[in-house]
């Protein structure tokens, strides 16, 4: 009786070990779980901006006039997803590495400050077209470089500003021919030079 009790101890103690250690791990240093590789000031590499466009079938007619405006205009697209110029990311707490604040540094001047929540170490940006609508931009970053995916949604836009400012007479025709021909549009554009412990200070515009 008296050996099977101690089994029975020893047992239990070994049980609430491991529950102390898993404990531990769940509710311990959380930076252990999420690791922020986001922190830091990030620089645009504007050699590394692609975009995607898709092709369906479509009328010859659609298809004749959308081609050469592709053609004619990718590099001008590629010019839209050069900004913003730098982003910088600042963790709030050592406690919470999965929220904190950004900035986005345009060309202009203008910058734009946000706060962002992890998930699945990936950081949602907010990013808006002319008319100010609103888009959420995943990006990820592996503590090298980080990299952001445009949306199909967020490249009309994008698209759709373009072509109000640069082809006003032309412009509705052309969106609608954008829009039946290409079924997705997706952008990827790259930042690196990440810049640890030194975080610019923004003011909100």
Not at 81 to 90: G, M
Not at 104 to 128: E, M, P
Not at 145 to 169: G, H, N
Request: with cysteine; net charge negative; proline share 5%.
């Amino acid at each position: 009786m008296h050996s099977k009790s101690n089994i029975s101890i020893t047992g239990f103690l070994v049980c609430l070990f491991l529950l102390g250690l898993f404990l531990a791990g769940c509710y311990g240093n959380p930076s252990r779980v999420v690791d922020n590789d986001f922190v830091g000031t990030w620089h645009i590499d504007t050699t590394r901006i692609n975009i995607s466009i898709s092709v369906s079938p479509g009328s010859g007619a659609d298809i004749a006039v959308f081609m050469p405006f592709v053609n004619e205009n990718y590099q001008s697209f590629k010019n839209l997803l050069k900004e913003p110029e730098s982003i910088v990311v600042t963790s709030t707490s050592a406690e919470d590495p999965s929220t904190g604040t950004y900035s986005l540094q345009f060309s202009t001047g203008y910058v734009f400050n946000g706060s962002y929540q992890l998930v699945r170490n990936i950081l949602f940006l907010h990013f808006y077209d002319l008319q100010g609508e609103r888009y959420t931009i995943p990006c990820q970053a592996d503590g090298t470089t980080l990299q952001i995916v445009y949306s199909t949604p967020y490249m009309r836009a994008l698209l759709k500003d373009y072509i109000a400012e640069y082809f006003p007479d032309e412009a509705n025709y052309l969106f609608s021919v954008l829009s039946a021909v290409s079924p997705t549009i997706e952008g990827v554009s790259v930042y690196s030079t990440r810049i640890r412990g030194s975080v610019e200070q923004y003011d909100q515009p």
